[in-house]
């Protein structure tokens, strides 16, 4: 199993601003994943990073807007830029189990409201 | 994108009711089928993954099928307690797709009166 520490847990932004999310995990593991949970939606994925390359970013999202760091195998961070209403949702960082496995393992959430 | 749907979105149950979810999703490309319970505040906590078709597993009070020919997961909660007042998640993982990327649906509330 991993045990993911991820900061901070809550936050009230305005608008315009930047906030960055990270992510510490108790193991090494070789992908993260970072997803967001927009109001009565479900939680959809933003990216996947994976050590010493550049994220990998889902149909809709874009780097500029949020940008990841993977500077080893144990922490990650995610910033979300520019922020408007429309980015107030929980943001959730994922690793997997590793293996053949295909169980994950998250942290705790960031709760964002951008005002 | 492949679609995860649960139902009920909400469901309030008194004290010893069992209750059940369904979680629907795409029956091609299966590789493995996911339940986890989030509480507010805190990680989503696995509770089962499941693999083969006609699946059941259990843990304590909670139990859960899956049937991937028809693409179709049932959750089950035997004499509901408060403290089982959460989000429950099922979400899904396809052959094609990195391994630990998950497809979620959006959860069912449940909330448990005492």
Redesign the interface.
Known sequence: SAV?SQKP??DICQRGTSLTIQCQVDSQVT?M?W?RQQP??????IA?ANQGSEATYE?GFVIDKFPISRPNLTFSTLTVSNMSPEDSSIY?C????GG??????????T?LTVV | ILNVEQSPQSLHVQEGDSTNFTCSFPSSNFYALHWYRWETAKSPEALFVMTLNGDEKKKGRISATLNTKEGYSYLYIKGSQPEDSATYLCAFNDRGSTLGRLYFGRGTQLTVWP
Do not use: K, N, P
């Open positions: 993911i847990s809550r992908m994943f997803y009565g939606q479900s939680l959809t994925l996947t149909s959730l994922s690793v997997a189990q053949s496995s295909t169980e994950a393992f998250f942290g705790q959430g709760r």
